[in-house]
């Protein structure tokens, strides 16, 4: 086989070896996308965080705590706990509605993201959360931390502004319009197009007759010759 066939067989090998002997390494894709930042009130809102380990990391074991600093306080309050796959919901303020919608059935925690059912005006503020990692390395144990810090803004069900109802009448509008000025336009194009070719019929009949006459001259003048 060719070098260039080798090590094409060897690009595709490798992941698919990696595949085999890691499955979680492959289903486990993990990107750090930011959270949203704005809730209805009265639903639910997910809080997304998100700490991906890196590349060449290993088995890990995640605890996850989330905190809250309701809009114009200046202290977080430790609103939740996740320890090995239990999740405990610290205050009152909260109970009963937060449900982890982080990783499941493993400790090897990437998506701590949790949901608030039934968002309140009181839910405003900056949520934080921590990650508390451990990694297991075949001889010793190393401590990793993160935190990610999510804005939270909390606004009455969504209702349609004045602005939003006055640019969708536009948008009908200027569809209709340039709908109507195109079939304008095509009567007028078809018109003028109907008009040439009349025009160009005539001249080319009278073209024709020119030329026929004129070849009947050339022919007479060839057989004169001869
Ligand atoms: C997040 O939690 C909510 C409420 O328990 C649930 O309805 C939703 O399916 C969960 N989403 C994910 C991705 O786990
Ligand atoms: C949300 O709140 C409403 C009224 O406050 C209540 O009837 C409903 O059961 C709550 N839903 C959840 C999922 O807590
Ligand atoms: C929001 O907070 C205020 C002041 O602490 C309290 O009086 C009110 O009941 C709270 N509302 C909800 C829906 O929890």
């Not at 605890?63 to 090995?84: A, D, L, M, Q």
């Not at 059935?105 to 039934?118: E, H, K, M, R």
């Not at 949520?127 to 001889?139: E, K, T, V």
Request: glycine fraction near 6%; charged fraction near 20%.
């Amino acid at each position: 086989m060719s070098p260039l066939g080798l090590s094409a067989l060897r690009l595709l090998l490798v992941p698919a070896l990696l595949c085999a002997l890691h499955v979680s390494l492959c289903k486990a894709a993990c990107a750090e996308v930011d959270s949203d930042t704005q809730a209805v009130a009265g639903q639910g809102f997910k809080l997304g965080c998100i700490s991906c380990k890196r590349r060449g990391e290993v088995e890990a074991t995640a605890t996850v705590n989330w905190y809250f600093r309701p809009k114009g306080e200046h202290s977080y309050i430790h609103i939740y706990t996740y320890e090995e796959e239990v999740p405990s919901i610290m205050n009152d303020q909260f109970e009963d509605r937060l449900d982890w919608n982080g990783s499941k059935n493993t400790a090897d925690i990437q998506d701590a993201s949790i949901y608030i059912l039934n968002v309140t005006f009181n839910d405003t503020g900056t949520y934080r959360c921590f990650f508390n990692r451990i990694l297991s390395y075949p001889y010793y144990e190393f401590q990793t931390t993160a935190s990610k810090v999510v804005h939270l803004s909390v606004v009455a069900k969504a209702t349609r502004g004045l602005a939003s109802i006055i640019s969708e009448v536009m948008m009908y509008v200027s569809i209709i319009g340039l709908q109507l000025w195109l079939l304008v336009e095509m009567i007028y194009c078809y018109k003028k197009i109907a008009a040439a070719g009349d025009e160009a019929l005539r001249q080319s009949a009278e073209e024709y007759l020119a030329i026929a006459s004129e070849s009947k001259d050339n022919c007479a003048g060839v057989q004169v010759a001869e």
